[in-house]
């Protein structure tokens, strides 16, 4: 909702939703930012091997991709956001993180993503 508040469409997989259907949802849909909420702590792991297919599609390429929320069953920390950003996302927002952050991030971005 947030997302729709600052003037962006919004295409919403749901919850629990498959790699490849993530990945193909990207390359039908052509969207300007890919964002990824984790809040069962199971987002540092199930995370790396979807930027992974997402940054090997050609597709996709330029496509600035966000992963926030709970990451890790503790909680995450800065050593599990640099290994996501290493991984290929564009940015990581931890729980807890003021929103303003990422609305900052969200704002920088062009609405149209040239690929």
Known sequence: MLLEDL???VVNLGSCVPEDEIVESCC????DLLVV???NGHGFNDAQPLI?????RWELTGLPAVIGGKLGVAGGGEKEADVLRRA????????????TAFESYV???????ER
């Open 52 to 56: 992974g297919a997402i940054r090997a």
């Open 7 to 9: 003037g962006h469409k």
């Open 28 to 31: 039908k849909f052509q969207p």
């Open 88 to 99: 290929g996302f564009d940015a990581v927002f931890q729980d807890g993180v003021d929103l």
């Open 107 to 113: 704002g920088s971005l062009p609405r149209e993503v």
């Open 37 to 39: 909420s984790s809040v």
